[in-house]
């Protein structure tokens, strides 16, 4: 299968299904790599867009491709504060990255307060695996502190009961299909409530 091909499908899913919620909204993508989402995402005319990227090449290449976002290199797990209240977080194909998944869902909960979350696991599992920082694509660590490198993933009822007890209910729960990129795995809408 072609890569690029696969990728597209994927793009294509997520834009058909999920990225209509972020017309005139305030958008931000968590890990948006080389903006393959983002592209996607600013044709849905958000009223504001706010990338944070941890992986500076990344974030270098996404100034000059979106001149129009407000790009920040951070890390989920530290960062989110500066991003502020949101309307739609787009957490994809970087909740499996992490060495702390629930702390990195508490921060952007706590510190940008949604109204809408999409999230996908690439992962859906419990279960820990060594991911070498830094490399492109992966778990990123902006500075130079030593690090586990240990990633830990979480199934689908961790994620589930974990957004609820944070104040989300599932609205809706997808897999992307075949023969996309990341086929099989599970993407959800989650909305606060209250
Ligand atoms: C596999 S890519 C996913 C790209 C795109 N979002 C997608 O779903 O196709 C993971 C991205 O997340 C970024 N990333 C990894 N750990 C991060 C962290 N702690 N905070 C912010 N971004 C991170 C990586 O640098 C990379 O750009």
């Known amino acids: 299968m072609v890569w690029g091909h696969s990728l597209d499908l994927k793009c294509d899913f997520i834009d058909r299904n999920f990225l209509h919620y972020c017309q005139n909204q305030t958008v931000l993508e968590i890990g948006c790599f080389e903006g393959w989402i983002t592209d996607r995402i600013v044709a849905h005319n958000p009223k504001k867009l706010i990338l944070l990227e941890s992986h500076k090449k990344s974030v270098d290449f996404v100034v000059k491709?979106?001149?129009?976002?407000?790009?920040?290199?951070?890390?989920?797990?530290?960062?989110?504060?500066?991003?502020?209240?949101?309307?739609?977080?787009?957490?994809?194909?970087?909740?499996?990255?992490?060495?702390?998944?629930?702390?990195?869902?508490?921060?952007?909960?706590?510190?940008?307060?949604?109204?809408?979350?999409?999230?996908?696991?690439?992962?859906?599992?419990?279960?820990?695996?060594?991911?070498?920082?830094?490399?492109?694509?992966?778990?990123?660590?902006?500075?130079?502190?030593?690090?586990?490198?240990?990633?830990?993933?979480?199934?689908?009822?961790?994620?589930?009961?974990?957004?609820k007890n944070l104040g989300y209910n599932l609205v809706k729960q997808d897999e992307y299909p075949h023969p996309s990129q990341g086929w099989g795995n599970p993407i959800f809408h989650f909305e606060k409530h209250e």
């Open 65 to 163: 491709k979106f001149p129009q976002a407000t790009v920040i290199h951070g890390d989920m797990h530290e960062d989110l504060m500066q991003v502020g209240k949101v309307n739609v977080a787009l957490v994809l194909g970087v909740i499996y990255h992490s060495h702390a998944p629930l702390h990195a869902l508490e921060k952007l909960v706590n510190s940008c307060e949604p109204d809408i979350i999409i999230l996908d696991n690439m992962q859906p599992f419990l279960d820990w695996k060594e991911e070498i920082p830094n490399e492109p694509g992966m778990r990123n660590i902006i500075d130079n502190k030593r690090t586990s490198n240990i990633v830990i993933s979480i199934s689908n009822e961790i994620t589930i009961t974990a957004m």
